[in-house]
Each structure stands twice: as C-alpha cells, then as structure tokens.
C-alpha cells in the first residue's frame, strides 16, 4: 500500500459531498491520501492523535475542511508545522461567511492557508497540496504542468 501524502480531515461525514473534490483532484493526479472524519470539538483525541502522528507517518500536507465556525483547520495547525489548507463549507451564517472567518482570521504565528468556500475551495487545496509536493517531485510537476495546459485546451475559443 502508498504512503498517503495528503490527509483530508472534515469534521462531519456530511462534508464529503464537499470535500469529494479535493479528494478527485489528488486521484487525479495520482497523489497517495487518506480522508478522515475528525471533529476538533467532538472527537478530540482522534483528531490530536491523527495531526500528531501525520508527519511521522508520512503525511505533507493537510486539508481541513469545517463548516459553521468550527475551527479544524485552525487547530490542526496549533498541533503541526505541516502546511494546512483550510476548506470553510457552506452552511451556517450566510451559506459560510462564519465558517470562511473562523479559518481565514488566524492569530499571528499559526498559520492557515484559506481557500474558497465549498467545493472549488476544495479542489484547489488539493491542488496546492500538489504544487507544494511538486517542488520535489518532478514527475507530479510535470503531470501538474499536463492538468493546467488540458484545463486551458478545455476553454473553448468561440462561445458556440
């Protein structure tokens, strides 16, 4: 079995609908990760001892995606020096405004990369976690620089 590189942490199972995308992006680059459940507010053992054990496991990056004003991904960088990209997802205040803040707005000295809300915000954690994966391995960069330039042949020239 791969190494996963990539850790996907949502803090329901009800955010796969979201963070699916993150996790077809990987696939399809051919990233090794593994997606969890983990709630920082429920379960917090498993989640201090998933974020505590992930770099010795191999993990690089981790993509945290919480709803409401949940903060997993805030947490799961006060417990790492891994890169962390938070997803906020939709619902709560204002279809994820409050989650959106809970993730962007961090203290000084633990940070936490921020995506977009939902989906896309997904899909380009994964896609970042790729980039940064990609400085040291040129064969992922190049299959990188191949899913840019097919994302750019897809774009028609004419509307019709």
């Known amino acids: ?7 996907i942490l949502m803090g ?5 609908e979201t963070m699916r995308a993150a996790s077809d992006a990987l696939t399809e680059l051919q990233i090794p990760h593994e997606s969890k459940v983990i709630s920082a507010h429920r379960t917090p053992a498993r989640h201090h001892e998933y974020v505590s054990s992930a770099k010795d496991r191999g993990i690089k990056t981790i993509i945290a ?3 409401m004003a949940a903060h997993l991904a805030g947490v799961t960088a006060a417990l790492t020096t891994l890169p962390v990209f ?6 709560g205040l204002s279809d994820g405004l409050d989650s959106l803040l809970a993730t962007v707005q961090m203290p000084g000295g633990v940070p936490v ?10 899909k380009n ?3 970042l976690s790729a980039a940064v994966l990609a400085l040291s391995d040129p064969s992922l960069d ?4 191949a899913y840019r330039e097919s994302m ?6 004419e509307p019709e």
């Open 142 to 145: 190049a299959r990188l620089v």
């Open 1 to 7: 079995m791969t190494t996963p590189l990539v850790g």
């Open 113 to 122: 990369g921020t995506l977009a809300v939902g989906r896309a915000g997904a």
């Open 125 to 127: 954690a994964a896609l």
């Open 12 to 16: 329901s199972k009800n955010d796969w």
């Open 65 to 67: 995606g919480a709803g």
């Open 152 to 157: 750019s042949a897809a774009v028609p020239t």
């Open 86 to 91: 938070g997803v906020p997802l939709k619902g």
